[in-house]
């Protein structure tokens, strides 16, 4: 009797909740919500009538309150966007480096409906001087590195903030979105790392200068060298990267033809090929790359069909192109928070 199983999350931690989503079990370009990768700094919010109202102020013409209902009669937009975070990976630097040790996993993606940004602050008025829109979401706690208690906020500029595909989303897959995700109401930021797409929005401030808080200017930071912070730049758009999903890392195989399955995504135009290496990197291939002209924001699945009739071990490494002519690198860029990891993929395996 065939019985079912299914794909697990793995436990990064669980006070605050962070867990990865099973990716190398899920092939759709839309990930079940269940198997959504969690990141969270502070425990959730308590949720209550006030968590319907959303508070626009700071520069524009008409300060206001909007609640859910106002939201859901708005003009919306679905977007097939994915999230990933900027610590993706972090396991894979050497040196190694603080902070959650996710693989894989901290990447999931599906179709986002909500209201373009750019509507709401339109009708608010941004004023002349503005700069910045401030996010602010319904959880805090303490934050060790700066010894106070806050809530998770973070700004965008104004131009991204007014990009017509910055929405608030409130469904996930055509369903309201769930409370771990944001409900009822979260940013998504497409092109950005995930840190941009503020859960549990409950007020949003647009400002006349640099937005200075620790989610901005202490994380969600470059910081090339160990011991200073000479060199550092802001975590804002996505790398270009790639995943091999299947097979799994250090399996063993019969000889026979295989189908290597990954996906390919980028923050910065679109992919434009997916290469693989079974000889350490001396000789690439083609991958098949399944592009979706429909979802311009979307990984791509790709896959090849490797004939595996040679008994001994294998490294297969993967190296993602986009169209702004950015490639993974052989070493990622290392960094003292470990963000951005994207160094060519690499799988090992034996073929007996
Ligand atoms: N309010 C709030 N928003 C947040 C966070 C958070 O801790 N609180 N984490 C951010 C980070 S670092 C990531 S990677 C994504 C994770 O979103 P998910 O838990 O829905 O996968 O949410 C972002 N938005
Ligand atoms: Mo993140």
């Given at each position: 009797?065939m019985?079912?199983?299914?794909?697990?999350?793995?436990t990064?931690k669980?006070?605050?909740?962070?867990?990865?989503?099973?990716?190398?079990?899920?092939?759709?370009?839309?990930?079940?919500a269940?198997?959504?990768?969690?990141?969270?700094?502070?425990?959730?919010?308590?949720?209550?009538q006030?968590?319907?109202?959303?508070?626009?102020?700071?520069?524009?013409?008409?300060?206001?309150?909007?609640?859910?209902?106002?939201?859901?009669?708005?003009?919306?937009k679905?977007?097939?966007?994915?999230?990933?975070c900027?610590?993706?990976?972090?396991a894979?630097?050497?040196?190694?480096?603080?902070?959650?040790?996710?693989?894989?996993?901290?990447i999931?993606?599906?179709k986002?409906t909500?209201v373009?940004?750019?509507?709401i602050?339109?009708?608010?008025?941004?004023?002349?001087?503005?700069?910045?829109?401030?996010?602010?979401?319904?959880?805090?706690?303490?934050?060790?590195?700066?010894?106070?208690?806050?809530?998770?906020?973070?700004?965008?500029?104004l131009?991204?903030?007014?990009?017509?595909?910055?929405?608030?989303?409130?469904?996930y897959n055509?369903?309201?979105?769930?409370?771990?995700?944001?409900?009822?109401?979260?940013?998504?930021?497409?092109?950005?790392?995930?840190?941009?797409?503020v859960?549990?929005?409950?007020?949003?401030?647009?400002?006349?200068g640099?937005?200075?808080?620790?989610?901005?200017?202490?994380d969600?930071?470059?910081?090339?060298?160990?011991?200073?912070?000479?060199?550092k730049?802001?975590?804002?758009?996505?790398?270009?990267?790639?995943?091999?999903?299947?097979?799994?890392?250090?399996?063993?195989?019969?000889?026979?033809?295989?189908?290597?399955?990954?996906?390919?995504?980028?923050g910065e135009?679109?992919?434009?090929?997916?290469?693989l290496?079974?000889?350490?990197?001396?000789?690439?291939?083609?991958?098949?790359?399944?592009?979706?002209?429909?979802?311009?924001?979307?990984?791509?699945?790709?896959?090849?069909?490797?004939k595996?009739?040679?008994?001994?071990?294998?490294?297969?490494?993967?190296?993602a192109?986009?169209?702004?002519?950015?490639?993974q690198?052989l070493?990622a860029y290392?960094?003292?928070k470990?963000?951005?990891?994207?160094a060519?993929?690499?799988?090992?395996?034996?073929?007996?």
């Amino acid at each position: 009797m065939m019985r079912k199983v299914k794909p697990y999350l793995t436990t990064r931690k669980l006070h605050p909740e962070n867990q990865e989503s099973p990716i190398h079990f899920l092939r759709s370009l839309s990930t079940p919500a269940n198997y959504f990768y969690r990141r969270n700094h502070f425990s959730y919010p308590e949720l209550s009538q006030s968590s319907l109202w959303i508070q626009i102020g700071g520069l524009v013409s008409s300060p206001t309150f909007l609640h859910f209902d106002d939201l859901l009669a708005m003009p919306a937009k679905s977007l097939v966007v994915p999230l990933e975070c900027a610590g993706n990976k972090r396991a894979h630097f050497s040196p190694k480096v603080h902070g959650e040790q996710w693989e894989e996993g901290a990447i999931s993606q599906g179709k986002w409906t909500g209201v373009p940004l750019r509507y709401i602050l339109d009708r608010a008025g941004v004023l002349q001087n503005a700069k910045e829109v401030v996010f602010e979401g319904a959880d805090f706690g303490k934050k060790e590195d700066v010894d106070k208690v806050i809530p998770f906020k973070r700004s965008l500029p104004l131009e991204k903030a007014m990009h017509p595909d910055t929405l608030i989303a409130y469904k996930y897959n055509d369903q309201p979105l769930s409370f771990k995700h944001g409900y009822p109401f979260r940013l998504i930021v497409p092109n950005w790392y995930a840190m941009a797409s503020v859960k549990w929005l409950r007020k949003i401030k647009v400002i006349p200068g640099a937005f200075e808080g620790p989610f901005q200017t202490n994380d969600y930071v470059f910081y090339p060298r160990k011991k200073d912070d000479i060199g550092k730049k802001p975590v804002t758009l996505l790398n270009v990267n790639s995943a091999i999903q299947q097979p799994l890392d250090y399996s063993i195989l019969d000889t026979g033809t295989y189908k290597i399955k990954g996906i390919a995504w980028t923050g910065e135009g679109n992919i434009t090929s997916i290469q693989l290496s079974f000889d350490n990197g001396e000789t690439w291939v083609n991958a098949n790359a399944e592009q979706n002209a429909d979802s311009p924001y979307s990984w791509v699945n790709w896959s090849y069909d490797w004939k595996a009739d040679k008994k001994g071990e294998y490294t297969i490494q993967s190296k993602a192109t986009d169209s702004a002519g950015r490639t993974q690198p052989l070493k990622a860029y290392w960094n003292r928070k470990g963000y951005g990891y994207n160094a060519v993929s690499k799988i090992h395996v034996k073929i007996e």
